[in-house]
């Protein structure tokens, strides 16, 4: 006769079957509302929207007040004649102040190759006398560099074949240039602020305040 079979004991589960299923991962939490995903949606697509506009465009220009710019370029234009001494105090003027070129930043300014933008512009203002003697030339020279210097203006640029200098302006982007050239003996300063957005509207040749010439004495 067979010996009877051993009951065999029932195997127990393992663990990962009989443990309460958790989510391993939280599901990331939404604003309950609609309107509220509505509004989050909107702020992303704003926030993608401008950073496109910034590659194409580029850094914006900054908003130029003419009428402002000019003040600052004549008073410069005003002390670097006062500086220059210049015997009797020759006519130099009227003169203009001019605007000139700026061209397409970012992406933009592939598609715009050498184009200048019509609403942005520098502004730039000269002046010159010819047949100024050297040692004249160089005093005044001498007075405005100093001059710069004691107000913190940044040199950018000596005369290599010519006396003179460029400085840069420490509140902005503007400079002035000075020179004398040895051939006509001509004393010559330009003033210069750097590229910004023009108002609507703007028309630099019927500009009245564009005109400037020197006081003719102290």
Not at 28 to 53: D, H, I, N, Q, W
Not at 136 to 148: C, D, I, K, Q
Not at 173 to 199: D, F, I, M, N, Q
């Amino acid at each position: 006769m067979n010996a009877p079979r051993p009951r065999l004991r029932p195997r127990p589960h393992p663990w990962y079957r009989t443990a309460p299923r958790r989510p391993l991962l939280r599901r990331p939490r939404f604003p309950g509302s609609r309107a509220a995903r509505t509004l989050c949606g909107a702020l992303v697509a704003a926030a993608a929207g401008a950073a496109l506009a910034w590659l194409w465009d580029g850094t914006p220009y900054p908003e130029a007040d003419p009428d402002r710019v000019t003040v600052r370029l004549k008073a410069q234009a005003q002390r670097a004649y006062d500086e220059a001494a210049l015997p009797g105090r020759p006519e130099v003027g009227p003169v203009r102040v001019e605007t000139g070129p700026c061209y397409y930043r970012g992406l933009r300014s592939v598609a715009h190759i050498d184009q200048s933008r019509p609403d942005v512009g520098d502004f730039r203002l000269e002046w010159r006398v010819t047949a100024v003697p050297e040692n004249v030339a160089r005093s005044g020279l001498h007075r405005m560099r100093a001059r710069l210097v004691r107000e913190g203006w940044t040199l950018v640029d000596t005369g290599v074949d010519m006396p003179g200098f460029r400085f840069r302006d420490p509140d902005n982007e503007g400079h002035v240039t000075a020179r004398w050239y040895r051939e006509t003996g001509t004393y010559a300063v330009s003033t210069y602020a750097g590229c910004g957005k023009l108002p609507d509207g703007f028309d630099e040749y019927a500009w009245p305040e564009a005109r400037w010439s020197p006081t003719p004495t102290r």
